[in-house]
């Protein structure tokens, strides 16, 4: 008997895990679907005047980078004199004090910046536009759309995906000025050490690669965080599912954030 339950919960377990993994596999390729539709919608031309795409651009960096600049400077403060205190009171004692540059490149400018920006963004905007576009579908907005000619995807999910790919690459600029500039004067405060061998230490650690790594990375959680809330905000069909599909897009771009973060650090480092 104990056998045989035990047999039936590993086959739940596995059945389980292939749903997942299925489920998953189902919505990378919707994704990747949604990403051809919305470059292939911004080569030709539609129904849609090139005005009004402009003013929803607009207002999508407004709401996603423009009024999210507080939060991001307050994460980038704490987070940024965080690991410069950590960084100042620890390596010195371990002797490798004139790493202390390159480490703050390593934790703000690689890996910090780009990742909790897109986590701001995710929060902020990436649930607001999955519950929008939802809305949308469950009250036949998208629908009238269609019967007036006027491709959906190049009148709702171009304008957002432009508006959160350029937000998330400001902010994460931001993001790094604010935390190196910001969490060294607050270290200053704090401690009374000079600024200036600490700012030389970290320009002089500071390369064009890692900026480089830096953008590609905001580009890459950008798209991701557009795609998925579109694609879920796209995917409800009734209004019960307008909180799963903000719930999901959360998930959705954090878990494929978290891959491809791990994905392109890897291929950074090794090659």
């Known amino acids: 008997m104990l056998k045989e339950n035990a047999k039936r919960g590993l086959n739940r377990i596995a059945s389980g895990s292939w749903k997942r993994f299925a489920g998953l596999w189902r919505t990378a390729c919707g994704m990747a679907g949604l990403l051809f539709d ?14 009004s795409l402009m003013s929803q651009i607009n207002r999508q960096i407004l709401y996603t980078g423009v009024e999210a600049f507080w939060l991001v400077g307050s994460i980038a403060v704490l987070c940024g004199s965080a690991i410069i205190l ?5 390596m010195p004692k ?15 400018v690689d890996e910090l910046g ?7 963004v995710v929060g902020r905007s990436g649930t607001a536009l999955a519950a929008y ?3 949308m579908r469950v009250s036949r907005e998208v629908d009238a759309l269609e019967v007036m000619g006027i491709d ?5 999910v171009q304008p957002a995906f432009v ?13 790094i000025t604010i935390a190196i500039c910001g969490g060294l004067v607050v270290a200053w405060l704090l401690t009374g050490v000079p600024l200036g061998i600490y700012f030389g230490r ?12 830096s953008l590609l990375k905001s580009v890459a959680f950008g798209v991701i965080v557009a795609l998925t809330s579109s694609y879920y905000g796209l995917s409800v069909r009734n209004v019960r599912m307008v909180p799963i599909a903000a719930i999901n897009a959360v998930v959705g771009s954090m878990f494929f954030t978290i891959a491809v973060n791990l994905l392109l650090s890897v291929g950074y480092y090794v090659l």
């Open 38 to 51: 919305t470059v292939y919608a911004a080569f030709r031309k539609g129904r849609t005047p090139n005005l």
């Open 86 to 90: 950590v960084a100042m009171f620890n």
């Open 94 to 108: 371990i002797g490798v004090g004139e790493y202390f540059g390159k480490i703050l490149v390593i934790a703000l």
């Open 114 to 120: 780009p990742f909790v920006t897109s986590l701001v």
């Open 133 to 135: 576009i939802g809305t």
């Open 152 to 156: 959906p995807i190049q009148f709702i």
């Open 163 to 175: 508006g959160i790919v350029a937000s998330v690459v400001c902010l994460n600029l931001y993001f």
């Open 202 to 213: 970290v320009l002089d650690a500071l390369q064009f690669r890692d900026v480089a790594v």
